[in-house]
């Protein structure tokens, strides 16, 4: 920052002020020291040093600011930039209210209206500048004062600074440091819902229609459509006993084993859940199915959330005999890794920052990327604490370990499953050998040509260039390109075959060691002795080691951890062994006011829509505020008391007047303007379907979900053009996408879809289907142009609309029966009789049409060539790949293999599946 010629102004932190003003005794006089010292100082810190002072070679506009004779001699034009008791007649202070110079210059580091009048008040006391010794009285006196004007002191471990480690907080900036309420006004969720309703001058809307109730309830609850019986008998029982049909409604989904689906897919967001490691290798994680449905269980049981977090965090530490806790342990592995073209250490250290960073969003809601390099800049969480915790998961490394199956374990399909891995790794190594014995032929006969004797190729590999033949000898430069790729063909195939074995992405504790995601292991012997040594790095930089650190945990949160010695109460053993589980289990010790807030605001938010505290992700200063906080307490005090129990959360929630309310509000005008995010829950917002439950409850309706629970992963159909089409890993293309060969297989719920980091499910993802690389404690349910053109005109919406159409041809036989099918089990009523008059005009309309237009037939190829450019020479080549699911593939049926009239049928399925009553929930 520059000031003008007339006059040269401060915008910076002062530096080491001189002692230049005299010791002031009077009462006031020590005000105005204080003053400067709490306040005009770290202001002038931060706004004005960085031009005026921290580099003294480079004062800008001369105007040097650290220290008092030099703030009020001025700049280069000569003129005092401060008129002790004259603020109106200080250039400083003219400058930083912007009127007529503007310092600093820019808009976004402008004082606000209290900074300048700390500054104007500061020149009124006539611009006391205490020496150094008085200015550290004075904060040393003040960092014993708990609470004052300017915030709250909040204990930690200490920051690299100390104006850092003594920085006050807005108590409501930090809301979720403090401990958790424990007594309350209200004994129920409406008790502090309808108090802020009240507080508001608002009304609530009145309670929905029952037919709205139960859809609403069964697709939060389970992600499925209620069947029209369960509609009818819900509706019957309401009408006998509203309250009490609720209650059996509510029990009856908590109850159901899709409900464990449903929620799982929640979590399952948080932890970044996907079958692939991602980056350019994308290797498949074959056992990440095993995780996914712990999950499933988990949520099903009604597992305690505190048993939950240790087994994911430390399972193996936990119950190391337990091959559930193992592959509960999958958590850790869940963010995109790999080795591949990334120094060893640095690849160490992005799998224990991802791991850090995950555990503070999924269980602390609390983001921990930020205090990487260097103290948070909001939160109290300091930068050492963010290396204690890296420190406790420093000595776990990544690893597939052994893991029985479970006898809950669905391994139905390993056979067939397995069948099709062996063809294909018979043929891409089959084809690989006849390369490889083509290469070692040539290889022998320049030996016999040297007088050498015979090496294959991994032993020669070292040789000196002359006393081997060339790489790839005897081979074109096709058959160096299909070498590569049959090699890795190979590869691929041989670890798809873990799929079908016990074991699981998990970690073990162990010592550094050279390691590639292709293939982890944890190795047969281990230095018994080995300590993790981890240090602070500066600026998150491996090459700048600072302090080092012992294991701990987020001294901020006041929680100390059990067992750990007076002198550090924060600290983990530093055993091997048990780091995880120690801070696993500080993580859910009662006492710690983050981990219940964080899960029951989770719980809250698919509920509503939205969260008590609107970034689920994020309960930081930059984060949301709680808009009940007093209610988020009452909940959290509720999970704990309740044993962890999250059914019982979910009761209270769904029983509550808030949860039955209607979307429509007499005074919805009027509330756009006075609480357009409907934080006072005077009304129910409706959502859009995700993804996934457009897609289940399309099967549902149509009569084809197979509702069987867990097992490897299937593969719907998806886009042909996208399943064919190439995705380059390293030194290859991966292999094609082939849907699952019987519609059975195929139909079952989205969960269970093979989830590819490189290769999104095209329908998913304009339907909004989160990017697993990130965390997502929020889906985007934004509406966009591609959506539309995706529900009307996708393959996956004309093949069940067809399916919904064939339904309704077995079900009934004339066209308005039909109509009166389709609204019951896609809408959950009857048509009016304007709308089924249509729908029939409309049908025999689109039947004429159908019947002089036919479709094109889709074929379904069994193999395709590829092409390639050879990394070496740059000449391109190509290569088969084959597809054996096509060879014996049932197609779900499509336009061209139904007749016209099942078109026609069709059609209006498909503007029923497309309308919003469908796709949104009421």
């Given at each position: 920052m520059r000031l003008p010629i007339q006059i040269s102004l401060l915008i910076s932190m002062a530096c080491s002020p001189l002692a230049f003003a005299d010791t002031h005794a009077s009462t006031s006089d020590a005000a105005a020291d204080k003053h400067f010292t709490l306040k005009v100082l770290p202001l002038l810190k931060e706004k004005c040093l960085?031009?005026?002072?921290?580099?003294?070679?480079?004062?800008?506009?001369?105007?040097?600011?650290?220290?008092r004779e030099s703030v009020m001699r001025g700049g280069e034009s000569g003129d005092a930039a401060i008129v002790p008791g004259e603020p109106d007649d200080s250039p400083l202070y003219q400058a930083v209210i912007w009127d007529g110079l503007e310092m600093p210059p820019k808009i976004n580091d402008r004082l606000d209206e209290t900074q300048t009048e700390i500054i104007r008040q500061w020149i009124v006391a006539g611009s006391p500048w205490p020496n150094e010794?008085?200015?550290?009285?004075?904060?040393?006196?003040?960092?014993?004062?708990?609470?004052?004007?300017?915030?709250?002191?909040?204990?930690?471990?200490?920051?690299?600074?100390?104006?850092?480690?003594?920085?006050?907080?807005?108590?409501?900036?930090?809301?979720?440091?403090?401990?958790?309420?424990?007594?309350?006004?209200?004994?129920?969720?409406?008790?502090?819902?309808?108090?802020?309703?009240?507080d508001a001058g608002a009304t609530p809307a009145g309670q929905a229609e029952p037919r709205q109730l139960i859809r609403r309830a069964t697709l939060d609850l389970t992600g499925l459509l209620p069947s029209p019986s369960e509609l009818d008998e819900f509706l019957a029982a309401w009408n006998i006993d509203a309250d009490h049909a609720w209650s059996e409604l509510v029990d009856r989904l908590l109850a159901s084993p899709h409900y464990g689906e449903r929620w799982a897919q929640h979590w399952l967001d948080v932890v970044r859940y996907a079958d692939t490691g991602g980056f350019s290798n994308d290797y498949e994680r074959s056992n990440a199915w095993r995780f996914r449905d712990y999950v499933v269980r988990a949520f099903n049981d009604d597992k305690p959330y505190n048993e939950f977090v240790i087994e994911q965090i430390a399972g193996d530490e936990y119950r190391p005999d337990d091959p559930e806790a193992i592959v509960a342990t999958g958590f850790l592995r869940m963010g995109p890794w790999d080795t591949a073209m990334v120094p060893q250490d640095e690849a160490r250290q992005i799998f224990r920052d991802d791991v850090v960073h995950s555990i503070g969003n999924a269980f602390l809601s609390m983001p921990m990327r930020c205090c990487k390099c260097h103290d948070h800049k909001f939160d109290p969480i300091p930068t050492r604490d963010y290396y204690r915790m890296y420190a406790a998961v420093s000595a776990s490394q990544p690893a597939e370990m052994p893991a029985e199956f479970l006898d809950v374990e669905?391994?139905?399909?390993?056979?067939?499953?397995?069948?099709?891995v062996e063809q294909l790794y018979a043929f891409a190594d089959g084809e690989r050998q006849t390369i490889y014995d083509k290469q070692e032929t040539a290889a022998k006969h320049w030996y016999e040509e040297h007088n050498l004797p015979y090496k294959d190729d991994k032993a020669r590999k070292d040789d000196p260039e002359d006393q081997k033949p060339p790489r790839h000898v005897g081979l074109d430069e096709t058959e160096k390109g299909q070498l590569k790729v049959r090699e890795q063909d190979t590869w691929i195939?041989?670890?798809?075959?873990?799929?079908?074995?016990?074991?699981?992405?998990?970690?073990?504790?162990?010592?550094?060691?050279?390691?590639?995601?292709?293939?982890?292991?944890?190795?047969?012997?281990?230095?018994?002795d080995w300590r993790p040594e981890t240090f602070i790095h500066t600026g998150g930089s491996l090459a700048a080691k600072g302090e080092a650190v012992t294991p701990g945990v987020l001294s901020g949160c006041g929680v100390p951890v059990e067992g750990a010695p007076s002198d550090d109460p924060y600290a983990l053993t530093t055993d091997v062994n048990h780091r995880r589980l120690g801070l696993a289990k500080w993580i859910v010790d009662e006492r710690n006011p983050l981990t219940a807030r964080s899960f029951v605001n989770r719980l809250w938010q698919h509920h509503f829509g939205r969260g008590l505290v609107a970034t689920p992700n994020s309960f930081g200063v930059k984060g949301g505020?709680?808009?009940?906080?007093?209610?988020?307490?009452?909940?959290?005090t509720q999970f704990v008391h309740g044993g962890w129990k999250s059914k019982p959360i979910h009761r209270m929630i769904m029983m509550s007047d808030a949860y039955k309310r209607s979307t429509w509000h007499p005074n919805r005008d009027e509330l756009a303007t006075s609480d357009p995010e409907n934080e006072w829950l005077t009304h129910f917002v409706p959502r859009r379907l995700t993804a996934e439950e457009l897609r289940d409850c399309m099967l549902t309706a149509t009569g084809e979900l197979n509702r069987e629970f867990g097992g490897v992963p299937i593969m719907p159909e998806i886009n042909l053009e996208v399943a064919l089409q190439p995705r380059m890993i390293q030194f290859s293309i991966a292999p094609a996408y082939q849907p699952s060969p019987k519609p059975e297989q195929r139909n079952r719920r989205t969960i269970y879809a093979y989830r590819v980091r490189g290769q999104a499910d095209p329908f998913m993802e304009v339907m909004n289907l989160p990017n697993p690389n990130d965390s997502c404690d929020f889906r985007d349910d934004a509406a966009v142009s591609p959506q539309a053109f995706t529900m009307m005109n996708s393959d996956l919406m004309s093949d069940r609309a067809i399916?919904?159409?064939?339904?309704?041809?077995?079900?009934?036989?004339?066209?308005?029966?039909?109509?009166?099918?389709?609204?019951?089990?896609?809408?959950?009523?009857?048509?009016?009789?304007?709308?089924?008059?249509?729908?029939?005009?409309?049908?025999?309309?689109?039947?004429?049409?159908?019947?002089?237009?036919?479709?094109?037939?889709?074929?379904?190829?069994?193999?395709?060539?590829?092409?390639?450019?050879?990394?070496?020479?740059?000449?391109?080549?190509?290569?088969?790949?084959?597809?054996?699911?096509?060879?014996?593939?049932?197609?779900?049926?499509?336009?061209?293999?139904?007749?016209?009239?099942?078109?026609?049928?069709?059609?209006?399925?498909?503007?029923l599946f497309n309308s919003n009553e469908f796709v949104y929930v009421y």
């Open positions: 960085g031009c005026h002072g921290t580099d003294p070679d480079d004062i800008k506009g001369d105007y040097d600011m650290r220290d010794d008085t200015q550290t009285a004075i904060m040393l006196d003040e960092r014993q004062v708990v609470v004052n004007d300017e915030g709250t002191l909040i204990t930690t471990s200490g920051g690299l600074a100390d104006q850092w480690t003594y920085r006050r907080y807005a108590p409501s900036d930090v809301w979720a440091f403090l401990p958790v309420r424990k007594s309350f006004d209200h004994d129920s969720v409406d008790g502090f819902v309808d108090e802020r309703i009240r669905n391994k139905n399909g390993f056979e067939d499953g397995l069948s099709l195939w041989k670890r798809r075959h873990e799929r079908y074995k016990p074991m699981a992405q998990s970690v073990y504790n162990g010592p550094d060691a050279w390691q590639d995601a292709k293939k982890l292991r944890m190795p047969e012997k281990m230095k018994a505020k709680p808009t009940h906080p007093e209610l988020l307490d009452w909940l959290a399916a919904m159409a064939k339904r309704l041809e077995s079900e009934a036989q004339d066209t308005a029966s039909q109509i009166e099918l389709v609204f019951e089990r896609v809408l959950g009523r009857k048509p009016s009789d304007e709308q089924r008059d249509r729908l029939v005009t409309y049908i025999n309309d689109m039947a004429a049409y159908h019947a002089v237009h036919e479709p094109e037939p889709i074929t379904y190829p069994t193999k395709i060539i590829r092409s390639l450019v050879e990394e070496f020479s740059g000449q391109s080549f190509e290569f088969e790949e084959r597809l054996p699911n096509f060879e014996n593939y049932t197609p779900d049926d499509k336009p061209s293999t139904v007749p016209a009239t099942t078109r026609a049928i069709a059609d209006a399925c498909l503007l």
